[in-house]
């Protein structure tokens, strides 16, 4: 919750198993008007995303959020509804029109190009750590084979977003 602006929510989302977001950390926003819980909130993606139901701009479009709103529904359950969102996505109501196309034509590309978004924008397991946690201790020193294995990774991490860009 923002202390300041209570209508302002924040929230992350872990990656469900099994789909190209798995391992991957997304920030969401939920927004509730004046009229909440009369009308529903409006949710957005603050991670970048490749997904059908996901614009752009980070709107999500889901169902609950919209014509099956119901009043009785708490925020909790909105989050479960747009990690279901990853899990079954729903070409029909595509905001992104790319991946609604490739999830019902070309699922392999799809899949890919979903991943390698994740990998590129939602790979920071360290949103879910309190940054004034410091009960784990000092840090354990890193050897040369960690640094070797960290720019192989910044490499490749440079790489995918070189293969984004052409995309």
Known sequence: MNEEDVTDIHATIEGPAGTPYAGGVFKVKLTLGKDFPS?????FFLTKIFH???ASSGEICVNTLKKDWNPDLGIQHILLTV????IVPNAESALNEEAGKLLLEQYDDYFRRARMITDIHAQNSNLLKDPSDSSEGPQAKRHATDKKLSADKKKLLKDKKRTLKRL
């Open 39 to 43: 009308s529903p909130p409006k949710a």
């Open 52 to 54: 059908p139901n996901v």
């Open 83 to 86: 990690k279901c969102l990853l």
